[in-house]
């Protein structure tokens, strides 16, 4: 086994890791595959109907916010499905894993193949 047979192995897993950090790094770098988004937004009070009774201020005089959900892709490092065909499932440890996983268990295979044909020295 020469350098190219490994290289060449080693190409697949090599080029998927890349694309999906490329992705990743695309999509802000968030640490769970994420398709909605949960986050606190600021509330105008001309917005608000009930901000003249009062119920959305602070003491301070800071503005109000409100939790919304919104539609977002973000492809992260780690998958969250809930189930196993769940479509979080989908990270770059998953991607790129079992590229990983296979190449080196042929490696391996063909490193055992190897020294096992070899005549045994004394």
């Not at 988004?37 to 602070?58: N, Q």
């Not at 769940?86 to 590229?99: E, M, N, Q, R, W």
Request: net charge positive.
């Amino acid at each position: 086994m020469n350098i190219k047979t490994v290289l060449l192995i080693l190409a697949i897993p090599i080029l998927l890791t890349v694309a999906a950090l490329g992705l990743w790094v695309g999509t802000e770098r968030h640490a769970y595959t994420k398709y909605q988004v949960v986050e606190r937004v600021p509330v105008e009070p001309a917005d608000d109907i009930f901000a003249a009774t009062g119920l959305f201020d602070s003491a301070d005089g800071a503005p109000a916010f409100r939790t919304v959900q919104r539609d977002s892709f973000h492809f992260g490092l780690l998958p969250t499905p809930q189930g196993l065909l769940d479509k979080h499932v989908f990270s770059v440890l998953t991607i790129a894993g079992p590229p990983w996983a296979i190449a080196f268990g042929i490696i391996g295979w063909l490193v055992w193949r190897r020294r096992r044909s070899r005549p045994l020295q004394e």
